[in-house]
């Protein structure tokens, strides 16, 4: 397993950015497929993105593609989650992930991620 420790949250205005970064402990980091999901109060964790241990592949809710993008940095064990064009619907708090199993492809489904932070707020006003 890898420890991981989000920040980058905060309160922002609807339309503006923030970059959330996911900083993982562990020799392994590089071989694990990382991945961002969401919680908003009264809801179900949802999927945001996932990016494979190369960073060649990655994936993306529709209700953010085109805004967000996950990025990774291999050498500083980081993986990150830039976000544009906020909208009062990602407000949520934000998790980073990592999966169960090395060398997988970037999945949606929670049940694939085996280590998680402890969650970093969002919070996007009209």
């Known amino acids: 397993q890898v420890q991981l420790v989000e920040s980058g949250g905060g309160l922002v205005q609807a339309g503006d950015s923030l970059r959330l970064s996911c900083a993982a402990s562990?020799?392994?980091?590089?071989?694990?497929?990382m991945a961002w999901f969401r919680q908003a109060p009264g809801k179900e964790r949802e999927f945001v993105a996932a990016?494979?241990?190369?960073?060649?592949?990655?994936s993306y809710a529709d209700s953010v593609k085109d805004r967000f993008t996950i990025s990774r940095d291999n050498a500083k064990n980081t993986v990150f989650l830039q976000m544009n064009n906020l909208k009062p619907e990602d407000t949520a708090v934000y998790y980073c992930?990592?999966?169960?199993?090395?060398?997988?492809?970037?999945?949606?489904?929670?049940?694939?991620?085996?280590?998680w932070g402890q969650g970093t707020q969002v919070t996007v006003s009209s």
């Open positions: 562990g020799r392994t980091f590089r071989s694990y497929t």
């Open positions: 990016i494979s241990w190369t960073a060649t592949s990655t």
């Open positions: 992930a990592a999966a169960r199993d090395l060398y997988v492809a970037p999945s949606s489904s929670h049940f694939d991620y085996g280590s």
